[in-house]
């Protein structure tokens, strides 16, 4: 099984930083993918960014320029930070991580979500 735990996230003005952590736990396959999902209301969850065990990133167009993403393998934990924050990028920040088992087997696995909200 895999935990996923976040922290930060909260109330940030528009124009300010917000900077999001997800630490993993469990048993951890080394060929994994972390990453950060949003969802707004009435909106689908949409890809913020991801980053692979080698470092390898992929970022959402509505970020970029604003965002770094970044993880700490030794600690298993995935770190978000958005610049320049606006105000369409207020919902519910997932963390999302991905990996491939000894089988081949790929599993997905969500953290519990946390708000961000932007106040002009």
Do not use: H
Not at 59 to 85: E, F, H, M, P, W
């Amino acid at each position: 099984q895999v935990q996923l735990v976040e922290s930060g996230g909260g109330l940030v003005q528009a124009g300010g930083s917000l900077r999001l952590s997800c630490a993993v736990s469990g048993t951890i396959f080394s060929i994994n993918t972390m990453g950060w999902y949003r969802q707004a209301p009435g909106k689908q969850r949409e890809l913020v960014a991801t980053i692979t065990g080698g470092g390898v990133t992929n970022q959402s167009d509505s970020v970029k320029g604003r965002l770094t993403i970044s993880r700490d393998n030794a600690k298993n934990t995935v770190y978000l930070q958005l610049n320049s924050l606006e105000l369409e990028d207020a919902g519910v920040y997932y963390c999302n991580f991905r990996q491939v088992d000894s089988d081949w087997r790929e599993s997905d696995y969500w953290g519990q979500g946390t708000q961000v909200t932007v106040s002009s």
